[in-house]
C-alpha cells in the first residue's frame, strides 16, 4: 500500500471509530478562548486548563483586561497550572499585541499568529484549524507518537512531522484528524501502555508488526 493510500484509510478508520472530532480544550471554538487555553495547555492537562477557564474568563473576558491586567492578578488565577509565571507573562504581552497591533481580533495568518508570545507552531496550527477551518497539523506528542508508529514519519521533530503530515492529509481533513489522534492516544495507543490487541489500526501499524515480526523470530 502506498503511503498516501494509507494515510487516507487511517483518516477513514479514524472518522468511523471517533465521528465526534472535538478539542480537548472546551474552547466554544472561540478566538480569545482558544488562544489563551492553547498557552496555557502547555506540559499540562486539558482537563486542568479546562477547569482554570471556568473562573479565568470571568475575570478576564477580553485580550483588553488581560493585557492590562496588574502584576500578580492573572498569575493568582492560573496558578495551579505549571510554569504559570512564564505563561501570564506570554499571555498578558501576546494580548496586549493582539490589542495593539491587530484591533483585539486574533489574525489567521501564520506569521502573525507566530508573533504572539507564547504562540508556537502547534498552537498557531489549532488556531487556524478550529477557529478559521484553514486546516493545519498539530505536531503535539500525540500525534508525533501514533505518526511515527503508523510508519509516516521517521523523525520526533515537531515541524518534519508537521510538514510531512500536512503533505499527506487533505487540508480540510487535518485538524480533525489531530483531534482524533488525541482521542485514539488516550484511549488506545497510550505512550506507556498501548492496546494494541484491541486496536482498530494495528494492521497498518509499522510498530506492532515489528514487534510480532520480532516475537516470531524468538521464538514468542
Do not use: W
Amino acid at each position: 500500500m502506498k503511503t498516501k493510500e494509507k494515510a487516507e484509510l487511517v483518516v477513514k478508520l479514524l472518522e468511523e471509530k471517533y465521528p465526534e472530532a472535538v478539542c480537548g480544550l472546551e474552547n466554544e471554538r472561540d478566538p480569545f478562548k482558544t488562544l489563551v487555553m492553547a498557552v496555557l495547555s502547555a506540559q499540562t492537562t486539558d482537563k486542568i486548563v479546562n477547569k482554570v477557564s471556568k473562573t479565568l474568563f470571568q475575570r478576564f473576558p477580553t485580550p483588553e483586561s488581560i493585557a492590562y491586567s496588574q502584576p500578580g492578578e492573572l498569575e493568582a488565577e492560573i496558578r495551579t497550572i505549571g510554569l504559570y509565571n512564564s505563561k501570564a507573562k506570554n499571555l498578558r504581552a501576546a494580548c496586549k499585541r493582539l490589542v495593539e497591533v491587530y484591533g483585539g481580533t486574533l489574525p489567521s495568518d501564520m506569521k502573525d499568529l507566530l508573533s504572539l508570545p507564547g504562540v508556537g507552531r502547534k498552537v498557531a496550527n489549532l488556531i487556524r484549524g478550529d477557529v478559521f477551518g484553514l486546516g493545519g497539523i498539530v505536531a503535539d506528542t500525540h500525534c508525533i507518537r501514533i505518526c511515527a508508529k503508523l510508519g509516516f514519519v521517521r523523525k520526533s521533530n515537531p515541524l518534519v512531522v508537521e510538514k510531512t503530515m500536512d503533505a499527506l492529509i487533505p487540508r480540510e481533513k487535518q485538524s480533525d484528524f489531530c483531534h482524533r489522534l488525541v482521542l485514539f492516544g488516550r484511549e488506545i495507543c497510550s505512550a506507556k501502555k498501548p492496546k494494541c490487541d484491541v486496536c482498530f489500526l494495528c494492521a497498518l501499524c509499522d510498530y506492532r508488526n515489528a514487534l510480532v515480526r520480532k516475537n516470531k523470530k524468538a521464538g514468542i
